[in-house]
Antibody, heavy 118, light 110 residues
Framework: EVQLVESGGGLVQPGGSLRLSCATS????????LSWVRQAPGKGLEWLAYISTNSASVYYADSVKGRFTVSRDNANNLLFLEMNRLRGEDTATYYC???????????WGQGTLVTVSS | QSALTQPASVSGSPGQSITISCTGS?????????VSWYQQHPGKAPKLVVY???NRPSGASFRFSGSKSGNTASLTISGLQSEDEADYYC??????????FGSGTKVYVL
């Protein structure tokens, strides 16, 4: 089955860190670029980070640049998002997404909820 | 990296056609044919319905069609049905290789 499954979300205090993982199956992982997208409760979608097939190119939204790091493990079909210096406004459901063409994502995970609160 | 501009809501009666706009700039929507549209029902992950301005992925209804003129892209839903009531988002590739979403549009079927 073709799927993306995020994990690693939870409750974290402001200023803390969290590492999200995305396990993939059913497609040739190393052949596709991937991104992370989030959605705050009751709000719209926000693109966060992109990583190319061989990790040579990574790009970030200004809102997370310098705090979040995207990486991938092509040997084990895994995508990661390291999140540091977390803030209340980072509270959201985080999705990993498979890119079909630039800015078109044809496969989404179910999302993992990150709550930043004391 | 400002969000692309979409109307907050659009409504229509069953069977009618509606159009949702997505306005960006010459650095994103106007510069590339990399504009996509997503449908999101409450509590669900978004679903791709149009990519590269006007292409439909397999499994997307033929009632969804996309177009672009200058810095504005559009999604048209024809033969509106009750199940089309959802949130819709556009996305675009940008000149600095980042990606950006639209602000989102709630579609109401009257």
């Amino acid at each position: 089955e073709v799927q993306l499954v995020e994990s690693g979300g939870g409750l974290v205090q402001p200023g803390g860190s969290l590492r999200l993982s995305c396990a993939t199956s059913g497609f040739t992982f190393r052949s596709y670029s991937l991104s992370w997208v989030r959605q705050a409760p009751g709000k719209g979608l926000e693109w966060l980070a992109y990583i190319s097939t061989n990790s040579a190119s990574v790009y970030y939204a200004d809102s997370v640049k310098g705090r979040f790091t995207v990486s991938r493990d092509n040997a084990n079909n895994l995508l990661f998002l390291e999140m540091n210096r977390l803030r209340g406004e980072d509270t959201a459901t985080y999705y990993c997404v498979k890119e079909q063409t630039p800015a078109s994502w044809d496969l989404w995970g179910q999302g993992t909820l990150v709550t930043v609160s004391s | 990296q400002s969000a692309l501009t979409q109307p907050a809501s659009v409504s229509g009666s069953p069977g009618q056609s509606i159009t949702i706009s997505c306005t960006g700039s010459s650095s994103d929507v106007g510069a590339y044919r990399y504009v996509s549209w997503y449908q999101q029902h409450p509590g669900k992950a978004p679903k791709l319905v149009v990519y590269d301005v006007s292409n439909r992925p397999s499994g997307a209804s033929f009632r969804f069609s996309g177009s672009k003129s200058g810095n504005t892209a559009s999604l048209t839903i024809s033969g509106l049905q009750s199940e089309d009531e959802a949130d819709y988002y556009c996305s675009s590739y940008t000149s600095n290789s980042t990606r950006v979403f639209g602000s989102g549009t709630k579609v109401y079927v009257l």
